[in-house]
């Protein structure tokens, strides 16, 4: 049974440039949010996808955008890259509806912005 | 809004038992979730309460107390992979939003 994974691991990128990071959820996972992690702090919340359609959003401006896929796969776009946007970029996945929800992570995406 | 304290860093000796204390200010609560993170690692999932009390597992152990907004996480004969950042996290509102505290920095020591 795959778990969360995330592509690519590490990426390097220039102020103003665009990034996609990917995400797959865990088999028999229709939800994915998706988290940004600064140095020495906990993951702040992006935004969370459920029947492709964005369904809450954290405090994060536009230029951070996602989608999701009919196969429940999401992906994360970041438009006009900023230094502050160098951290670990975390996807969890999570059942919908009544229960636990446990959201389990991914490794991450480890962005560089330079 | 939302608000979650927890301790930014302890340090705790390899076969002791050591407590990491959360406390929160929420609406809608649902639950609140403890992850372990390794060092440039993902989280893991620890434990998740919704009801006050304890719950138990193995060495591991996590308390809630609604009323108070207080929870904690009670780790048990500590061995040195427990070596880790413990995150407290509130799950609230209908579509089940998680907000992280910033982590507890466990530092076991032989």
């Known amino acids: 049974d795959a778990g969360v994974t995330q592509s690519p691991t590490h990426l390097i990128k220039t102020r103003g440039q665009q990034v996609t990071l990917r995400c797959s959820p865990k088999?028999?996972?229709?939800?994915v949010s998706w988290y940004q992690q600064a140095l020495g702090q906990g993951p702040q919340f992006i935004f969370q996808?459920?029947?492709?359609?964005?369904?809450q959003r954290g405090n994060f401006p536009d230029r951070f955008s996602g989608h999701q896929f009919p196969n429940y796969s999401s992906e994360l776009n970041v438009n006009a890259l900023l230094l502050g946007d160098s951290a670990l970029y975390l996807c969890?996945?999570?059942?919908?509806?009544?229960?636990?929800?446990?959201?389990?992570f991914g490794a991450g995406t480890r962005l560089s912005v330079l | 809004g939302q608000n979650i304290d927890q301790p930014t860093e302890m340090t705790a000796t390899e076969g002791a038992i050591v407590q990491i204390n959360c406390t929160y200010q929420?609406?809608?609560?649902?639950?609140l979730f403890w992850y372990q993170q390794h060092a440039g690692e993902a989280p893991t999932f620890l434990s998740y309460?919704?009801?006050?009390g304890l719950e138990e597992k193995g060495r591991f152990s996590s308390f809630l107390s609604r009323s108070k907004g207080y929870s904690y996480l009670l780790l048990k004969e500590l061995q040195m992979k427990d070596s880790a950042s413990y995150l407290c996290?509130?799950?609230?509102?209908?579509?089940?939003?998680?907000?992280f505290g910033i982590g507890t920095k466990l530092q076991v020591i032989p």
């Open positions: 309460n919704v009801l006050d």
């Open positions: 929420t609406s809608g609560f649902n639950g």
């Open positions: 088999s028999g996972h229709d939800t």
């Open positions: 996290a509130v799950n609230s509102g209908g579509y089940q939003k998680v907000t």
């Open positions: 969890a996945s999570s059942l919908a509806g009544l229960g636990e929800n446990i959201q389990y």
């Open positions: 996808y459920y029947e492709e359609e964005e369904r």
